[in-house]
């Protein structure tokens, strides 16, 4: 006896967009740089990552790449708060 079965699956299909407006815009993005002791600042290297809409290709926009120097200022201000953020509900 032969059995045959047949395999179905859930998985999402994407597909690249044909023309059509980009999915996000440099407007609809947060302010650029790294958010440190709860403000966005400009990273200290020159360094950037560019942002590309994966649909259109086109560029969103350029963000600073960290340095150790930008992480150590995270890990600082993340110390200095950590008390009081342990002491919220």
């Not at 649909?55 to 120097?69: K, L, P």
Request: with cysteine; aromatic share 4%.
């Amino acid at each position: 006896m032969k059995v045959t079965t047949t395999a179905t699956t859930n998985a999402p299909t994407v597909r690249r967009g044909t023309g059509g407006s980009p999915l996000l815009t440099a407007d609809a993005l947060p302010p650029s740089g790294h958010f440190i002791a709860g403000e966005f600042r400009a990273g200290l290297g020159s360094e950037t990552q560019t942002i590309v809409d994966p649909c259109s290709e086109a560029t969103i926009c350029e963000v600073s790449q960290g340095t150790a120097d930008d992480v150590d200022a995270a890990v600082a201000a993340a110390l200095e708060a950590k008390n009081a953020w342990g002491r919220t509900l």
